[in-house]
Nanobody, 126 residues
Framework: QVELVESGGGLARTGGSLRLSCVVSGRSFSPYAMAWFRQGSGKNREFVAALTSGGNAYYDDSVRGRFTISGDTDRDTWHLQMNGLKPVDTALYFC????????????????????WGQGTQVTVSS
């Protein structure tokens, strides 16, 4: 049973930083892609960032230059370093994996991910 557990959410001020973590357990040893999505109150889920098994990183334009995705494949732990936070970043953040990573991989396509965490809330005050 694959399980993803996020942590690290909380309250930050505009311009502040938070570091989200996602621990993956129970997966197979197939290479996988990992992504972060978010969903604000009353909004649709949106892509934030992704990291492929080959080390390629993808970012939504709204977070590029402020957020950094990274991973420790030996420990199946992934991070999203969020700097320069803005009130618009307020959302429930989810991690997700696509395992195994498909040949035709679209980082921002949420429907392409196989497993999801329950989310961690990030709130940014002005």
């Amino acid at each position: 049973q694959v399980e993803l557990v996020e942590s690290g959410g909380g309250l930050a001020r505009t311009g502040g930083s938070l570091r989200l973590s996602c621990v993956v357990s129970g997966r197979s040893f197939s290479p996988y892609a990992m992504a972060w999505f978010r969903q604000g109150s009353g909004k649709n889920r949106e892509f934030v960032a992704a990291l492929t098994s080959g080390g390629n990183a993808y970012y939504d334009d709204s977070v590029r230059g402020r957020f950094t995705i990274s991973g420790d494949t030996d420990r199946d732990t992934w991070h999203l370093q969020m700097n320069g936070l803005k009130p618009v970043d307020t959302a429930l953040y989810f991690c997700a994996i696509q395992v195994p990573q498909r040949t035709y991989y679209v980082a921002s396509q949420g429907s392409g991910y196989d497993y999801w965490g329950q989310g961690t809330q990030v709130t940014v005050s002005s």
